[in-house]
């Protein structure tokens, strides 16, 4: 069964970045579409950036220019480097895959249950 383990997160001010990083173990992560969601309280699970297995990347015009997802498959790893963060990211941030980029973009019936997240918190 895929696991993912989420960490990095933190507290930080207003216009400061974080790198977000998911460990993926039980299945060939070389071959997934991998994606960062987001939920901030009272709202529903998004996605924030998404990968295919070749490295080709898409993300949500609320975090374009400032969030970079990457990979590295040798670690069997997705990173989130976030940049210039706003409160409004605010949000327990999680990753997820499947074998399909437009299932990692839809955001259900994904490989793995979902993680513990990493928390992000955006204040000054």
């Known amino acids: 069964q895929v696991q993912l383990v989420e960490s990095g997160g933190g507290l930080v001010q207003p216009g400061g970045s974080l790198r977000l990083s998911c460990v993926v173990s039980g299945s060939d992560f070389s071959i997934y579409a991998m994606g960062w969601y987001r939920q901030a309280p009272g709202k529903q699970r998004e996605l924030v950036a998404a990968i295919t297995s070749g490295g080709s990347t898409e993300s949500a015009d609320s975090v374009k220019g400032r969030f970079t997802i990457s990979r590295d498959n040798a670690k069997n790893t997705v990173y989130l480097r976030m940049n210039r963060l706003k409160p409004e990211d605010t949000a327990v941030y999680y990753c997820?895959?499947?074998?399909?980029?437009?299932?990692?973009?839809?955001?259900?019936?994904?490989?793995?249950?979902w993680g513990q997240g990493t928390q992000v918190t955006v204040s000054s």
């Open positions: 997820n895959g499947s074998p399909s980029i437009e299932t990692v973009l839809v955001g259900t019936h994904l490989a793995g249950p």
